[in-house]
């Protein structure tokens, strides 16, 4: 419940910017690194960007309610664009930078946006035909000229031009820019935070400046951050969790906001800056433990055995992760130079070597990943939570339990009360309290199908652990399957496991109630895969070539040997096949966020599906494709039907 002492803070982010503007003027807020030299803001300076992009947006007629569209990759500009717009009374839409033409024409119509802003000459190509076809949207600001210089075209402005409207900037302006800040309430809509669409057309879900502030509020609490540390914003901000982070707890801490120069120089940066909080998707840490694999494939054997003993002492020590002080003194005294020859060096090369707060969140992630970070001495924490109702738990205090998503977290804040949560008969939890829901944009109906009563139901299929204080996350309720002889399994539980191999990039479980037992769809990782084959002499033409070399589907069928051994008997994969292509997001295979389109996937690839259960040894199908470039083709190929045993004795 609001006090008048909460009232008297700030309701909103852009009264967030001008309270740091004010009280902090001179801290610097935000780090850009630019053609190999990083520039800083300070909050006076944000204050005025901000200012200027307001006016900026007043001049082309945005008002209070009205919708204002992103998609850049994670920059400076970014930030301020979302904060004028939501200082002018607007509310932001997200959108990830590799958005195709079409996802960004629905979001453009459901979310009637009149501005886009768009980083370069990509975003504004995919942008400019809307304008044809949608007469409210009638600005497009870019702030990359590359390739834009010729581009003359009404409504499409640049940077400087777009601020330039209103320069130089008056009193008068300066005083109604505090004016319309201060009109701002935290029950005020800020953003429309499309969902993934994994089970129909995306739904803009409602986000209030009180929501944002809230969980904002306690993910700093609850992971006890130092103030004025240094964050580096990587995840698009079409994510929920990089508003809490990145845009809102970096007012309301406030943290240092760093951005790489490029998306491929994110360890660079991190390395160069040693950042203390480091949040990557599930995707990204899986990521970083290939590469890690993938090194040691090119390693002389003497650095094997090296890398491995000090992995191996990291394990011991910190078993349960940080908490090395009841270990053994041989296991403590040794770790001491595993530290100094391994695991620091380690730390250093994927740029976690100043990493105290190290989190992931938005899937799930295998107990492995946990295992082998906090082998090196970083201890990745999960945040749990969904854009819709906000944060409800987190990994907590100085020992994680990877098995689990977290503690929840049922502290009230400032703007919302604590959460209260229960799991329905289904096993579906459910919760209320908190930020709350507050409905999908232009779809009540849809709103209501997501409440029992006054409780939001998630759709996540859940467990309690120790202490009934953490849960342990299961699968969507509707993934959770059974096959024909009755025998219930989780697909998700599966696939997180897999995909801790090394050689193994994205994988979907298949069996329902009509099959008998499971298989999987094999996505295999090109990259590591490719140095593989050059350490034991497999030769290969394309990823095609390589994903159906017997070799490699031999090294597949070990993998998921390893999984199967920990699984019942009912739920151990019997066959599988390499794909040769890989999932793609632009061919709608996957989500912006990398979920698997399961219905989409199993209808696409149902041959092989089909071969499996059928038994037979190759399959020949054919796949229409998208290449870069745009061009529109078909691939085909003899897939290899592969089968994996809990024994030693792999078949092919």
Same mark, same amino acid.
């Given at each position: ?7 008297? =803070?700030?309701? &909103? ?20 690194? %630019? ?46 664009? *979302?904060?004028?717009?939501?200082? #002018? ?12 033409? $079409?996802? #960004? ?19 504004? @190509? ?56 201060? =009109? ?45 540390? @240094? ?40 390395? *160069? ?9 599930? %995707? ?18 003497? %650095? ?10 990291? %394990? ?44 992931? !969140?938005?899937?799930?992630? $295998? ?31 100085? =020992?994680?339990?990877?098995?689990? /998503? ?18 329905? =008969?289904?096993? !579906? ?17 849809? $709103? ?29 309720? *509707? ?45 295999? @990782? ?33 993998? #998921? ?44 690839? $149902? ?13 020949? #199908?054919? /796949? ?5 470039? !745009? ?14 045993? &809990? ?6």
């Amino acid at each position: 419940m609001m006090t008048e002492e909460n009232l008297q =803070q700030p309701q &909103t982010l852009p009264q967030w910017l001008l309270h740091n503007a004010k009280n902090r003027s001179q801290e610097v807020a935000q780090r850009y690194k %630019r053609d190999g030299v990083w520039q800083e803001f300070t909050w006076l300076d944000v204050r005025n960007q901000v200012l200027q992009l307001t006016l900026g947006l007043r001049a082309r007629g945005v008002t209070r309610g009205q919708t204002i569209v992103l998609i850049s990759e994670n920059r400076p500009e970014l930030y301020w664009a *979302e904060w004028a717009a939501l200082a #002018i009374g607007a509310k932001v839409v997200a959108l990830y930078p590799d958005a195709i033409e $079409s996802e #960004i024409e629905y979001v453009v119509e459901d979310s009637q946006a009149i501005c886009v802003f768009a980083e370069d000459q990509e975003q504004v @190509d995919k942008v400019l035909p809307l304008m044809a076809r949608h007469s409210d949207l009638g600005t497009v600001v870019w702030w990359e000229s590359g390739g834009l210089w010729s581009y003359r075209y009404e409504g499409l402005l640049g940077w400087d031009e777009f601020k330039s409207l209103v320069q130089p900037v008056h009193a008068k302006d300066e005083e109604w820019f505090e004016q319309v800040v201060a =009109q701002g309430k935290s029950q005020d809509i800020a953003l429309l935070m499309y969902t993934s669409g994994t089970t129909g057309s995306p739904k803009g879900v409602i986000t209030t400046h009180g929501s944002l502030l809230h969980n904002a509020s306690l993910i700093g609490k609850t992971l006890q951050l130092s103030e004025a540390c @240094d964050y580096l914003s990587y995840i698009p901000l079409s994510w929920a969790t990089e508003q809490w982070v990145g845009v809102t707890l970096g007012l309301l801490h406030p943290m240092r906001v760093n951005f790489a120069e490029r998306p491929d120089q994110i360890q660079v940066a991190i390395r *160069e800056l040693a950042c203390e909080v480091v949040f990557f998707g599930p %995707r990204q840490w899986e990521s970083l433990a290939a590469g890690v694999h993938a090194r040691m494939l090119d390693a002389a054997q003497w %650095r094997k055995k090296i890398v491995n003993w000090g992995l191996r002492i990291g %394990r011991l020590a910190r078993a349960d992760q940080m908490d090395t002080i009841k270990r053994h003194w041989w296991v403590r005294f040794q770790l001491f130079f595993a530290d100094a020859l391994v695991l620091r060096p380690l730390r250093d090369q994927l740029g976690l070597k100043g990493a105290k707060t190290a989190f992931t !969140g938005g899937a799930a992630v $295998s107990p492995d990943i946990f295992r082998l970070f906090a082998s090196m001495g970083v201890m990745l924490r999960n945040v749990y939570g969904c854009s819709e109702f906000g944060l409800i738990s987190v990994h907590q205090g100085k =020992q994680v339990n990877a098995e689990t /998503i977290g503690q929840l977290v049922l502290m009230p804040s400032a703007w919302a009360p604590s959460l209260q949560w229960r799991v329905s =008969q289904e096993g !579906g939890l459910e919760v209320s309290g908190g930020a709350g829901f507050s409905g999908y944009w232009g779809k009540p109906e849809k $709103s209501a199908e997501k409440l029992n009563g006054e409780w939001f139901q998630t759709g996540d299929a859940v467990g309690m652990g120790p202490g009934r204080t953490e849960l342990i996350y299961y699968d969507r309720v *509707e993934h959770m399957s059974s096959l024909k002889g009755g025998h219930q399994f989780s697909k998700q539980f599966i696939e997180v496991r897999l995909r801790f191999s090394p050689y193994i990039k994205e994988v979907m479980v298949v069996g329902d109630a009509s099959r008998e037992h499971i298989t999987a769809l094999i996505n295999i @990782d090109g990259e590591v895969f490719g140095h593989w084959a050059e350490q034991n002499g497999v030769s290969f033409t394309t990823f095609t070539d390589l994903s159906q070399r017997p070799e490699v589907l031999a090294q597949v069928a070990s993998e #998921i040997a390893v999984v199967n051994r920990t699984l019942p008997e009912s739920a151990r994969l019997r066959h599988f096949v390499n794909l040769p292509k890989e999932l793609d997001a632009d061919e709608g295979e996957l989500t912006r966020t990398r979920k698997l389109k399961r219905d989409f996937i199993e209808n696409r690839y $149902s041959a092989l599906i089909e071969a499996m259960y059928a038994n037979k040894a190759h399959e020949l #199908i054919e /796949i229409p494709v998208r290449y870069q470039d !745009g061009r529109a083709g078909t691939l085909c190929a003899t897939v290899t039907v592969g089968r994996a045993s &809990t024994q030693s004795d792999l078949e092919i």
